[in-house]
């Protein structure tokens, strides 16, 4: 079968943690979108991993594949399957040749098109590592497929069209100068022999094809979304979003195996029991003016800075209208909440139950970004829990965590109408509560 994990928020949620726990049941862990934008946190046993584009299984030594719907680059990828050899795991990474390559100039020009849109408040505040750019390549049909980079012919045909129209970008709109990462010669040297590597390693494969033998075969497949619902392209806060679907349906069409197999599984949100927020846009129930320090306070505690750019993420209470939008647009089977711990031993614990828009009060997601930032949170109290040993608690499980706690978990489930699967206390492997295992029914 397969399972599914799905950012639920804004990115950040505490995927990688899960994937870590159900991947001990998993034989093949499967990227579906995104690229390097993505940091992924695995700790077990105090060891902690951040992994970008390998994926998280491969703490559990699991085949992982990045799927035909990633976006790779090469050099980031070799440079974490290197770092983690240092560390002693041996990642078994394989690449879709369908998937689409970031290339120096995709770098570059992600830089200079979010300055040119920072006079606009328009930029998203991304990750820089390309990722719009090179999606915007392969909608237009002008993408290079890690597949062209085995044929240097190929390779050399791509980079001679698309390269000289990078260029004249860079030079003739923005009035840059355009560098090495626009030079035809130099990138197909390098990239030629970045194809030597993947096809001496043995790193691609027709994602789809290998899945379907897998799956066939009766292996577990396990779909590690990246980023989040809410910075979905189609169902996220545009033009806030990466330029991806993490949604569920991602899964399917960023790997090559068919919805129904995906449907027939299950599909697991993520929730983080706050919000953090790590690039721009409105935030309804973000915490500003006099909830500053509050904000402050649970960002130290949950070390809420950036996993790939170090930046210090905006914090806000639970938006529940953003997860009941999430469960619908994913078809969640459960949940899993994390960091609850972090927000052990507040004065106030709130959530945005629902929105006052335009004088309604609303429960979803207006489709408009203007009409969210024009959304003002319902707020709803509950009352605080305190600082308790969360390695005991996770040890006893359930019934041991503090019982206004659950009555909040409680709450989030009832919103989103299905069961929790697991709570997080802490980010160690150890301190995930498991309820349920999805890849058990
Ligand atoms: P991802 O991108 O969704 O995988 O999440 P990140 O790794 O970017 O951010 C989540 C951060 O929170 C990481 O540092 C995790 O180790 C940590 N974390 C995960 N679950 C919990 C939890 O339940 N409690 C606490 N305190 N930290 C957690
Ligand atoms: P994980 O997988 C949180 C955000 C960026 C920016 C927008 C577009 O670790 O949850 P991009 O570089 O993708 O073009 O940036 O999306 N963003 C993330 N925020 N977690 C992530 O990944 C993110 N990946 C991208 O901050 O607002
Ligand atoms: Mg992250």
């Not at 030594?61 to 050899?85: A, H, S, W, Y």
């Not at 033998?213 to 989040?228: I, N, S, T, V, W």
Request: charged share 25%; with cysteine; net charge negative.
């Amino acid at each position: 079968m397969t399972v599914t994990i799905v950012g639920s928020q804004l990115g950040d949620e505490g995927k990688g943690a899960l994937v870590d726990l159900w991947g001990g049941a998993a034989d093949v862990v499967v990227r579906y979108q995104g690229g390097d934008n993505a940091g992924h946190t695995v700790v077990e046993g105090g060891d902690e991993y951040k992994l970008s584009l390998v994926p998280s299984g491969a703490v559990r030594g699991k085949v992982g594949i990045l799927g035909n719907g990633c976006v790779v680059n090469p050099r980031t990828l070799f440079d974490e399957i290197d770092t983690l050899r240092k560390r002693g795991l041996e990642p078994d990474v394989r690449v879709a040749e369908r998937a689409h390559v970031i290339m120096p100039y995709h770098r570059a020009l992600d830089g200079i098109e979010e300055e040119a849109k920072s006079d606009s408040d328009l930029d998203a505040g991304t990750t820089g590592r390309g990722i719009g750019p090179t999606y915007e390549d392969k909608a237009g049909r002008r993408g290079i497929r890690v597949g062209d980079l085995l044929d240097p012919a190929v390779l050399r045909d791509r980079l001679d069209y698309v390269v000289p129209q990078k260029r004249a970008l860079v030079e003739e709109v923005f009035g840059l100068d355009a560098g090495e990462a626009f030079d035809v010669d130099a990138l197909h040297e390098e990239y030629a022999a970045i194809g030597e590597r993947l096809a001496e390693e043995g790193m691609t494969v027709d994602s789809g094809q290998y899945l379907h033998e897998r799956h066939e075969a009766g292996d577990e497949l396990l779909f590690e979304g990246a980023q989040g619902t809410s910075i979905d392209i189609d169902h996220g806060i545009y033009p806030y979003v990466t330029s991806s679907n993490p949604t569920a349906g991602g899964a399917a069409v960023g790997s090559g195996v068919g919805p129904t197999v995906v449907g027939q599984g299950e599909v697991v949100g993520i929730v983080k029991a706050y919000l953090s927020r790590v690039g721009t846009g409105p935030l309804p129930t973000e915490l500003t003016g006099t909830d500053e320090p509050l904000a402050d306070h649970i960002r130290e505690k949950g070390g809420e800075f950036g996993t790939v750019t170090g930046r210090p993420r905006r914090i806000g209470w639970l938006d529940v209208p953003m997860l009941r939008h999430a469960a619908r647009a994913n078809g969640f089977t459960g949940i899993a909440v994390n960091h609850l711990d972090v927000l052990a031993g507040l004065d106030e614990v709130k959530v945005g139950h629902a929105y006052a828009f335009d004088g309604d009060e609303i429960e979803t997601v207006p489709t408009t970004t203007e009409q969210w930032a024009r959304c003002e949170p319902v707020l709803k109290e509950f009352e605080p829990w305190p600082e308790v040993d969360w390695t005991a608690v996770a040890e006893a499980g359930y019934e041991a965590i503090p019982e206004n706690a659950r009555a909040y978990l409680d709450y989030v489930s009832t919103a989103v109408g299905v069961p929790i699967y697991a709570v997080g206390v802490g980010p160690d492997r150890a301190e995930t509560i498991e309820l349920h295992d999805p890849f058990e029914r």
